[in-house]
């Protein structure tokens, strides 16, 4: 998914507070995790240290679609 396609789909959904990503990793705050990743991503998005927060935004697209899934 391009950032773009990534940023409708965060838009057009009701976002947790907080999420477990993976073991381990809690993001406490997902609205301002996301404020901020793509932020990053479209001023910074040509540069190398952009490819971790593209992954994470990645992470939790798929962590959200797992968690739909299982309420079905």
Do not use: C, W
Request: aromatic share 6%; proline share 3%.
């Amino acid at each position: 998914m391009t950032i773009e396609e990534l940023e409708a789909y965060f838009d057009g959904i009701e976002l947790p507070a907080q999420i477990d990503l993976e073991a381990g990793v809690v993001i406490a705050d997902v609205p301002l995790f996301l404020e901020s990743h793509l932020s990053y991503v479209k001023n910074s998005g040509s540069l190398k240290s952009a490819d971790v927060f593209v992954k994470r935004l990645h992470q939790l697209h798929d962590r959200l679609e797992q968690m739909n899934q299982q309420r079905i």
